[in-house]
């Protein structure tokens, strides 16, 4: 049981390149979601989703795209790097009201 | 909206010192509240939660009330060591179906020997 798994650990963009983050689940949750964790502002939502085929914004979507094929995978989409995108990412999935975390992707845009 | 309030650090303490790191909120209807630890380089983990008033949650020798009254779930410990040296999130989560997590913006302690 691997829990939650994130790829790649690193990752360097240049500005306007794109990517996809991906997380992987093996729990069999149906809820999963993104997050950024930028200096003195804790966690904040991206994108989230509460089953295969179902995604919906969080509270900083813009520049970001998910999708939901199957219930273990929840990839992000990052369509046009901005330095202001550098950030670590987390990905988490959920029971009824308890998170488990990925290890995370430290993500630098130049 | 939902908000959580943590006390600002860096805390540092000495080992064995007694821990209080604060936390306050403000949320409509009865959210459960939880404490998440960070260690350095990895992801969060889920120290201790409480889903009621009055409830207290624990974990590892930290403890957190549920105070209604004071909209706060203050995280405790007795004895902290060394290896307590992380970031510490208070978080809450309200209504039904995706709750959505809303974190505080973390508390680092730092314990020295």
């Known amino acids: 049981n691997a829990g939650v798994t994130q790829t790649p650990k690193f990752q360097v963009l240049k500005t306007g390149q794109s990517m996809t983050l991906q997380c992987a689940q093996d729990m069999n949750h149906e809820y999963m979601s993104w997050y950024r964790q930028d200096p003195g502002m804790g966690l904040r939502l991206i994108h989230y989703?509460?089953?295969?085929?179902?995604?919906d914004q969080g509270e900083v979507p813009n520049g970001y795209n998910v999708s939901r094929s199957t219930t273990e995978d929840f990839p992000l989409r990052l369509l046009s790097a901005a330095p202001s995108q550098t950030s670590v990412y987390f990905c988490?999935?959920?029971?009824?009201?308890?998170?488990?975390f990925g290890p995370g992707t430290r993500l630098t845009v130049l | 909206g939902d908000s959580v309030t943590q006390m600002e650090g860096p805390v540092t303490l000495s080992e064995e010192a007694f821990l209080t790191i604060n936390c306050t909120y403000t949320?409509?209807?009865?959210?459960?509240l939880f404490w998440y630890v960070q260690y350095p380089g990895e992801g969060l983990q889920l120290l201790l939660k409480a889903t009621k008033a009055d409830d207290k949650g624990s974990n590892k020798g930290f403890e957190a009330t549920y105070r209604k009254e004071t909209t706060s779930f203050h995280l405790e410990k007795g004895s902290v060591q060394v290896s307590d040296s992380a970031v510490y999130f208070c978080?809450?989560?309200?209504?039904?179906?995706?709750?959505?997590?809303?974190f505080g913006t973390g508390t680092r302690l730092l314990v020295s020997p």
């Open positions: 949320a409509t209807g009865y959210p459960s």
């Open positions: 989703s509460v089953g295969a085929g179902i995604t």
């Open positions: 988490a999935s959920s029971d009824r009201d308890t998170r488990f």
């Open positions: 978080a809450l989560t309200g209504g039904t179906g995706f709750q959505k997590l809303v």
